[in-house]
């Protein structure tokens, strides 16, 4: 009798653990492409990434370097006052996108620019995303906004 106990104690454990590392195992394979690391320009000029990586870029967009195509490409430069990257986007960009703004993108860096797929801009006069607040003030460009 006490051995069926401990054989079925043994059973529900089993099943237990190989649940536990099923789950793991989806939840990983279901987040290989949704995750999306964030790097400040100056990061992306120090260690380029590779070509095949997506991942986030966010800073300034630069005065003067907004150049709008004949098509929907366009091109311009993302800053944090340290370094400057060339970025090329090709579709529409948000109303609030302009020049000495922040702003976010999604893409691959590649040649040495980087080829956005998704352009976020700043939703107020205020906001502007941490991950980019971080990198600018690291770099001695951000001030405070007076509230």
């Known amino acids: 009798m006490k051995s069926l106990k401990k054989q079925r104690r043994i059973q529900v454990i089993a099943v ?8 793991t195992a989806l939840i990983g394979y279901a987040m290989r492409d949704g995750i999306n690391f964030f790097r400040a320009p100056s990061q992306i ?7 095949n990586e997506v ?5 300034l967009v630069e005065e003067g370097s907004l150049v709008r195509g004949e098509s929907e490409t366009v091109s311009f430069s993302v800053t944090d006052g340290g370094a400057s990257v060339p970025v090329t986007y090709t579709g529409v960009l948000p109303d609030l996108f302009e020049e000495n703004q922040g702003m976010v993108g999604t893409g691959r860096y590649i040649n040495g620019v980087f080829e956005a797929t ?15 607040v971080d990198a600018l003030k690291a770099q001695g460009v951000y001030v405070e906004p007076d509230t």
């Open 55 to 59: 991942f986030r870029i966010g800073g």
């Open 16 to 23: 237990a653990v190989i649940a536990l590392i099923g789950s």
């Open 118 to 132: 998704e352009i976020l801009a700043k939703h107020d006069e205020t906001y502007m995303p941490t991950e980019v």
């Open 45 to 51: 000029m120090a260690e380029p990434p590779a070509a």
